[in-house]
């Protein structure tokens, strides 16, 4: 986590931005920005089962795996050093142009700022950006919401361990 950041307790994602890259490069990925953001929702993934009715089979159908469909993660009142975002937003919806599906990696954090738990979303694609309302006696801070669809959901193996202690000072 960038020092730039830093201390702002209230923020327990950590979200990276990065490019993926083609699996016979050198480096798997391009870190493109990062943000801290204190809400996350919409790690989710349903799989909605294939029903089978089979002749003679009375007692119930068969069921199998079916497809599996991935909710729009939200991520709420966020902070980032970059317009970078925005950037990736704008090209994608406002401009009418392809844009790049970025891998995105949220990493959550526990009360001591240590990284305990990491997800990453597959070729992302920004559908919502919605910015702080300007008011000059509030607290309100730049990214209110970033909806992110994408198309796929892991939880890493290993978690990114990032610490609070020891940065920007």
């Not at 730039?4 to 870190?31: K, Q, T």
């Not at 920005?33 to 089979?57: H, N, Q, W």
């Not at 597959?122 to 607290?139: G, H």
């Amino acid at each position: 986590m960038p020092d730039l950041l830093y201390p702002l307790p209230m923020f327990r994602f950590w979200v990276d931005f990065d490019e993926a890259r083609l699996s016979g490069s050198s480096n798997a990925s391009i870190p493109l920005c990062g943000g801290a953001f204190s809400d996350c929702t919409g790690l989710e993934a349903t799989m909605e089962p294939k029903v089978i009715k089979e002749g003679g089979r009375n007692y119930g159908a068969a069921q199998r795996v079916g497809t599996v469909t991935f909710a729009t993660v939200i991520l709420k009142r966020g902070m980032t050093t970059s317009r970078d975002l925005w950037r990736w937003f704008e090209i994608a919806s406002l401009q009418g142009a392809y844009t790049y599906r970025l891998t995105v990696t949220i990493t959550l954090f526990d009360t001591a700022g240590d990284g305990v738990m990491s997800w990453q979303l597959d070729k992302a694609l920004p559908v919502k950006f919605k910015s702080a309302d300007f008011n000059a006696k509030s607290t309100d801070i730049g990214i209110e919401e970033l909806h992110l669809a994408h198309e796929g959901l892991r939880l890493l193996d290993i978690p990114r361990r990032f610490s609070l202690s020891g940065i920007g000072g």
